[in-house]
T-cell receptor
Framework: GQQLNQSPQSMFIQEGEDVSMNCTSSSIFNTWLWYKQEPGEGPVLLIALYKAGELTSNGRLTAQFGITRKDSFLNISASIPSDVGIYFCAGQLGNTDKLIFGTGTRLQVFP | DVKVTQSSRYLVKRTGEKVFLECVQDMDHENMFWYRQDPGLGLRLIYFSYDVKMKEKGDIPEGYSVSREKKERFSLILESASTNQTSMYLC?????????????FGDGTRLSIL
């Protein structure tokens, strides 16, 4: 099955640093979603993007839907220890209810 | 808030057993999904259902079947469990064909096949 290219695979950063991760695809998506998964939990929706060029914030998180509709990025500003987890992007193709997921970015934040 | 509940957080079964994983959602969503999650592979779709008694294969349906007898409940069945089915299993639900509706996930079932 198709998967999105998500990078980086993992990040080890110090508390207070900014974080940036992105997803790219060869396909055009109608929707981009960003999820966070904490240890032992299911993924939780952080941000949903519905239009090319859209920039949306949720607290310290900011995500953008790329103009080409083939990519998206997520930024986290001033990271804190509770940001630790795996971040997944997901894209929705055409008129389908299925999502295609990235392989995830594992974030570790050190105090 | 959407609530997706998976019946077990941890499950240990033996090779050859028939295994049932249950998922219930309380938001009257038409769509329900089963994924498995393995390190480095992300989430891979096993099966999904867009209505009662309807099902479609995902990317990795081999060795699995599903049942959707009621709208709120979607069951994943491992017909004869094998060790390569040891994984984290995630259930999700969403509204049908409402543009951009996100999927909402349960907390997962970590299944070990011995």
């Amino acid at each position: 099955g198709q998967q999105l290219n998500q990078s980086p695979q993992s990040m080890f950063i110090q508390e207070g640093e900014d974080v940036s991760m992105n997803c790219t695809s060869s396909s055009i998506f109608n929707t981009w979603l960003w999820y966070k998964q904490e240890p032992g939990e299911g993924p939780v929706l952080l941000i949903a993007l519905y239009k090319a060029g859209e920039l949306t914030s949720n607290g310290r998180l900011t995500a953008q839907f790329g103009i080409t509709r083939k990519d998206s990025f997520l930024n986290i500003s001033a990271s804190i220890p509770s940001d630790v987890g795996i971040y997944f992007c997901a894209g929705q193709l055409g008129n389908t209810d299925k999502l295609i997921f990235g392989t995830g970015t594992r974030l570790q934040v050190f105090p | 808030d959407v609530k997706v509940t998976q019946s077990s957080r941890y499950l240990v079964k033996r090779t050859g057993e028939k295994v049932f994983l249950e998922c219930v959602q309380d938001m009257d969503h038409e769509n329900m999904f089963w994924y498995r999650q393995d390190p480095g592979l992300g989430l891979r779709l096993i099966y999904f259902s867009y209505d009662v008694k309807m099902k479609e294969k995902g990317d990795i349906p081999e060795g699995y079947s599903v049942s959707r007898e009621k709208k709120e409940r979607f069951s994943l069945i491992l017909e004869s469990a094998s060790t390569n089915q040891t994984s984290m299993y995630l259930c999700a639900s969403s509204l049908r064909l409402v543009a951009g509706q996100p999927q909402h996930f349960g907390d997962g079932t970590r299944l070990s096949i011995l």
